[in-house]
Every structure is written in structure tokens, then in C-alpha cells.
């Protein structure tokens, strides 16, 4: 079991998390903004984690955290 | 006990006495002696001497070693001075002290090797961009040279703001004897609590920089400065009195033209006119209120402001001055230095002798 | 369960100010974690670029200066010489390091000036709002090239890792791309190598990191990493160009 928490305030809704993760857990909602008004990466498929890390790898703005 | 030295030579090792630990320079003619002397006196002194790729280079190696907290100087003449003053207006807008040294040569463009005044404008009116100022002397004697560069670092690090030495280069290749004060103990140096040496983390982090995106924030800095700027003055400002105060006609020259002028005072008071010299020792601040004193005396009934340019300074001793007395101009440029004489010559063709 | 990736002690907590997929924000954090993993902590001295990065020193938690555009190399000469105890890391764009910063690039190299180069290489002048860069590829279409970059007019692209490796200075040259995870990691090491070449005294090292613009590209932001990795490699080859310690084995 892994898991990961995305700092929802850090994030810019890029989507470079989206396209490593090789298990699909990450979409870009399409209605949860933040403050800044960025629509934000959001962990759907939590279940799916294999705490890769390859999500936080590629996040530009450092605001996922993996556990496993 | 005194010693003959050049006056490139002395103005380093006087650098060097006043905690000067890392010289960064390029050649150039009239200043060659100085890299060349700090080549060879840096490493006997645990400092360090780089000579750099170019002014440019060498300007921002002062600015990183400044900013890491080290005594750091730059010397240059006219055309190398002027590539640096993209990293002078940073160094300014940074707050980081230094020591620049300026051999001025005559230009514009490459000019000629030969003495000159012509770098004043870049010097005391702000040669590189945005609103700053540095302590800008113009020494004239390599004693006075000397005596400048050893305190050089502990007025630069009091007003966060370079020193800037304006020489020409008379003062730079004229051999003279000086006393040269002992070596000052780094230990005695104030703390700098401002410098990025590595060991800031966390709150503790410090930062140099010149960058503030926010208006009001880059006032604010802008005003500090000024503020420095105004206390600079206040404390600061040296000049010197020849024979001004009985002076009908008044000199005034800074640097190595001093001396000449000095010389046609006596010559012209033997001659029955009352001369005097008012030769500003700092360039900026600018004497302007001693200035105004001298023009309020009876006694005086016109300026003769001389100087290896074609006016320059002159527009200085017109502000001090403020159409109170008549001011002059007396130049040569090129390279071309004036004798005694000829000021002799100019003053009574002025007073139709 | 345990935290197997966290946000690193090296970086502060301020958020970056970059665009959205902006590959700076994975530079930073290799740097900061590379520092951090070689106890770097209050060792350290950055120098921070003009450009994009010119916030850099908002970022990172060690002691930074900012400095004028493409004279870091000089100014962190600077600082190294004064402090040689210290770690001094240098970021730089291609504007930066490859246009206005040449002559201050090639001879910190040449002096084997015991500095590390973090190069962010994106073909593109991303502050000033996307004109040709040095490293712009032939036929790429900026602000300043809207018919694409033609080499009859504006040259061609300027390679600095294979420049600078002709130079006896260097220690290690290597040239990285921030496009996938798996290239994301060989970066991290080639910037640990290069760090860790400085604390034992080896001399100048330079990393190039392959990088995105997606706002000055005008391509999202997964669009870039596509470019850097099958049109940017074509231009410029990853791998190590030098490494003083290979060539002695």
C-alpha cells in the first residue's frame, strides 16, 4: 500500500505528474481549483499507487510527498 | 620611514596594508603596475589575484568576493573602467564596499595613454545606470594616494558603497617618496553581518542582490542609499585652501593639475595678482558649500576652473559657485598636460595684463 | 508506511514563481537535494542568473547573491577564491551562459575553477517573453525568429558541452534532460558528481539540463517534455562529455 499527498496550494495543475505516473492514479481535476485558480492534480486512483515516486520526480513545484 | 615608490605600486600596497585580500584586474594601460604588483604581493599576504578575462570579469569577481565578505579592489584606466560599470551599478544597488582604481587616460574611445581628466562625468555623476553614487577621491600626490587607498576599505564597508580612486596617469607612473602606514589587523575589522560566506540557513540566510520588482520597494532601497549618500557628505568631504583667503582669482583643479596650479599661483602672486587654488580632494561629495564660502568673500572676483578635459569638473564649481562670481575654463586634453605658465598666461590675458 | 519523497530541507518554502511545467522547479530541487545528501547545510553559496532563475535565490536555503546577467562565473570566482572551504554553485540559463556570458563561461572553465554549473538549457529566452537563444534550434520559430531560425541569418545552435570539454580545465561536462523520470534521476547524479567533484578540490564542473518553456514554446506543458527528448537530443546528445576520474581509470 502507497500513497501520495499533493500540496493542492503548490500545485499549478501542469500535468507532468499525470503523464509519469505509470499507473494512472493522478488526473487534473476539472473543478477543484486552488487559490491561485489552478485546476490541481488530484490522486483519483489512490488504490492504484505503487509509491514510484516518478510523480514527484517530475513535479516542478516539489508539492507531492510519497509514502510506501 | 619613508620609501621611493611608484605611485601605481604604492596605491597597492597601501590597498593591501588597509585588509585589501583579493585583487581581480585586466591589463591596461597606465595601470599595469598594479595587477603586476598584487600578482606578486597577494600570495605573500594569504590574498588573492586573479587576472581576469576582461574588465567586465574582473569587476563581478570584486562583486562575489565582496559579497563573500573579503577586502576586494579592481584597478583600470579610462576604457577598461568604463566596461565596468555595468558591475559597478550593481555593486551599488547591492551595497557591496570596494576599491576601484581609475589611472584615467584620455579618450573618448580608445584616446591615448596619456594623463587625462576626462572620466569626472563617469565618476562622480554616475557612469553605469540608475540613481547611485560613489566616495570618489582625486588625490594629488602619491602620499595622498596612499593615505587614501590604506583607509580605503573602512570607509567603503561604514557607507556599503564603493571607494573609487580617480587618478591619472601622472599620479599612477611618478616615482615619489611616501610613508606607507603599517599593516591593519583583519581582526580589528567591524563584523559584516551581511555577507553570503556559506554558513547562512534557514532565517539566518543572507542574500545579495540589486533585484526588487516591487516600486516601492526599490524607492525605499533607493532612499537608503541616498541617505548614506547624504551622511557620505556630511562626513566625508575633504578639499584643501591655497591662498584663498585673500584670492582675487580663485584656481580650482584637483589632482596632479593641483600641483601645476599651485605653481601659477606662486608664479602669478610674484607677479602681483592674488591667486588662489581650491582644490577638492573628494570629487563626490563635491565641496560644494566651502565652494559657496569662497565665492561670498569680497575678496574674490572670478573662478578659473582648469582641468585635463574639455570642462568637466567646471560644472561642479558653477553649482558651488551659483552665479555668485564669474567661472571659467581652463583645459587640455588628449594627453596634452598644461604647465604653470600657461595658467600664468591664461589668468593675465583674463585681468588684461 | 514510510515517506519514501519529500519536499528537501535545501529548498525554502517559498513557492516558485515559474510558469505551470516549468522544468526550472525540477532543477532546483535536484540541486537542493544533491546539496542536502552531501551535507552542504550552511556550506553552501549559490549564485543565481538573470533570466527566469533570477528568483533563484529565493529558493534555495543557503547563502545566495544575484548577479548581473551572464557574469556569475566571474562573480562566483569570486566568491570561491575567498571562501575555498565553501560550496559554490552557480545556475545559469542559455541567454545567460551561452549569449551575453561567453567569455566569463569558457574561462572559469579554463581555469578549472572549482565552481559547479547548473546550465538550464531551453532554447528559448523565457523572461523577456520567448526570442531566439543561443541554443534555439534551426528551423524553431521564437519572438525574435517568427520564421523559424534560419543559420544563414542567425547562425546555428551553440553546443557548450562539447565546447567547454575541449578545454584542459574542466572535471566533469555532462548534459542531462529534465524530460522523463528515468533521465530526471541520471541528472540528479551528474549533479551530485559534479558537487562532489568540487568538495574534493577536482575543479570546474557543468551540468546542462535539457529544459522546457511550455508557455514561450507555446506547447503544454507534457508537449515539452516531447520536444526536449525527440527534437532537442538531436541537437544536443546526452552524456558525459568529460570526466577527469573515467579517463583515469
Redesign the interface.
Known amino acids: 500500500m502507497s500513497s501520495i499527498s499533493i500540496d493542492k496550494e503548490k500545485c499549478k495543475g501542469c500535468g507532468l505528474c499525470v503523464k509519469a505516473c505509470p499507473k494512472k492514479v493522478i488526473e487534473i481535476s476539472a473543478d477543484e481549483s486552488n487559490k491561485s485558480g489552478y485546476f490541481v492534480a488530484d490522486p483519483v486512483r489512490m488504490q492504484d499507487c505503487i509509491g514510484c515516486t516518478f510523480c514527484a520526480l517530475m513535479c516542478p513545484d516539489v508539492c507531492i510527498t510519497v509514502e510506501k | 620611514m619613508k620609501q621611493l615608490m611608484k605611485g601605481n605600486e604604492a596605491i597597492a600596497e597601501a590597498a593591501i596594508r588597509g585588509g585589501c585580500?583579493?585583487f581581480?584586474g585586466y591589463p591596461i594601460t597606465p595601470q599595469n603596475e598594479i595587477p603586476e604588483y598584487c600578482s606578486k604581493r597577494m600570495p605573500e599576504v594569504g590574498g588573492?589575484f586573479?587576472q581576469?578575462?576582461?574588465e567586465?570579469?574582473?569587476i563581478?569577481?570584486?562583486?562575489?568576493?565582496?559579497?563573500?565578505?573579503?577586502r576586494?579592489m579592481t584597478s583600470s584606466s579610462s576604457p577598461g573602467i568604463s566596461l565596468k560599470q555595468?558591475?559597478i551599478s550593481?555593486i551599488c544597488g547591492?551595497e557591496l564596499p570596494c576599491l576601484i582604481v581609475n589611472i584615467v587616460r584620455a579618450g573618448p574611445g580608445l584616446g591615448g595613454i596619456q594623463p587625462a581628466q576626462s572620466d569626472y562625468f563617469q565618476a562622480v555623476k554616475g557612469g553605469g545606470h540608475g540613481d547611485y553614487h560613489m566616495l570618489v577621491y582625486g588625490p594629488e600626490s602619491v602620499q595622498e594616494a596612499v593615505d587614501i587607498a590604506y583607509d580605503a576599505f573602512d570607509k567603503a564597508e561604514k557607507y556599503r558603497a564603493p571607494v573609487m580612486i580617480l587618478g591619472d596617469g601622472m599620479l599612477g607612473q611618478i616615482m615619489e617618496a611616501v610613508e606607507i602606514p603599517p599593516m591593519k589587523d583583519p581582526a580589528t575589522f567591524p563584523k559584516k553581518d551581511w555577507v553570503?560566506?556559506?554558513?547562512?540557513?534557514?532565517s539566518n540566510?543572507?542574500?545579495?542582490?540589486?533585484?526588487y520588482i516591487e516600486p516601492d520597494a526599490l524607492e525605499t532601497v533607493n532612499h537608503r542609499l541616498f541617505a548614506r549618500y547624504k551622511e557620505m557628505a556630511e562626513n566625508e568631504t575633504a578639499f584643501e585652501c591655497y591662498k584663498t583667503d585673500d584670492a582675487e582669482i580663485v584656481l580650482v583643479a584637483y589632482g596632479t593639475v593641483a600641483r601645476i596650479c599651485k605653481s601659477a599661483v606662486n608664479m602669478l602672486r610674484a607677479n602681483g595678482i592674488k591667486a588662489g587654488l581650491f582644490r577638492p580632494i573628494t570629487l563626490y561629495p563635491y565641496p560644494y558649500e566651502v565652494l559657496a564660502k569662497i565665492a561670498a568673500q569680497d575678496s574674490v572676483k572670478s573662478f578659473l576652473a582648469v582641468e585635463l578635459s574639455m570642462g568637466q569638473m567646471v560644472e561642479d564649481v558653477r553649482l558651488g559657485v551659483n552665479g555668485k562670481k564669474p567661472v571659467e575654463f581652463f583645459g587640455r586634453t588628449g594627453g596634452a598636460v598644461m604647465s604653470p605658465e600657461d595658467i600664468v598666461k591664461v589668468v593675465m590675458q583674463k585681468e588684461g595684463r | 508506511m514510510a515517506v519514501v519523497f519529500e519536499k528537501t530541507k535545501m529548498l525554502t518554502d517559498v513557492n516558485f514563481h515559474y510558469c505551470p511545467g516549468c522544468t526550472h522547479g525540477i532543477a532546483h530541487r535536484l540541486i537542493a537535494e544533491a546539496l542536502e545528501e552531501l551535507g552542504c547545510e550552511g556550506k553552501a553559496i549559490g549564485i543565481a542568473p538573470v533570466g527566469c532563475a533570477v528568483f533563484a535565490y529565493k529558493y534555495f536555503n543557503c547563502d545566495m547573491q544575484q548577479v548581473a546577467h551572464g557574469r556569475a562565473p566571474a562573480a562566483a570566482t569570486g566568491v570561491k577564491r575567498v571562501c575555498p572551504d565553501k560550496v559554490v554553485f552557480v545556475y545559469q540559463g542559455d541567454g545567460d551562459l551561452a549569449s551575453i556570458g561567453t567569455a566569463e563561461i569558457i574561462h572559469a572553465a579554463a581555469r578549472g575553477e572549482n565552481i559547479t554549473v547548473i546550465f538550464i538549457n531551453n532554447a528559448i529566452y523565457g523572461m523577456t517573453g520567448g526570442q531566439m537563444a543561443p541554443t534555439t534550434l534551426i528551423g524553431q520559430k521564437t519572438t525574435t525568429s517568427p520564421h523559424g531560425r534560419d543559420a544563414s541569418v542567425s547562425g546555428n545552435p551553440i553546443k557548450v558541452c562539447e565546447l567547454l570539454s575541449t578545454l584542459d580545465g574542466p572535471s566533469y561536462i555532462a548534459r542531462c534532460a529534465l524530460s522523463d523520470p528515468a533521465n530526471v534521476m541520471k541528472a540528479k547524479k551528474a549533479i551530485t558528481k559534479g558537487l562532489k567533484n568540487q568538495i574534493e578540490g577536482k575543479g570546474f564542473s557543468l551540468i546542462e539540463l535539457l529544459s522546457t518553456c511550455p508557455t514561450n514554446m507555446g506547447i503544454t506543458p507534457i508537449a515539452a517534455l516531447d520536444y526536449v527528448k525527440n527534437e532537442m537530443t538531436k541537437i544536443f546528445p546526452l552524456g558525459v562529455y568529460k570526466d577527469i576520474d573515467a579517463a583515469q581509470k
Open positions: 585580500r583579493a581581480f588573492v586573479i581576469a578575462e576582461s567586465v570579469s574582473a563581478n569577481m570584486v562583486y562575489g568576493a565582496a559579497g563573500a565578505g573579503a576586494a555595468e558591475g550593481y547591492s553570503t560566506d556559506g554558513t547562512g540557513i534557514g540566510r543572507r542574500i545579495i542582490n540589486s533585484l
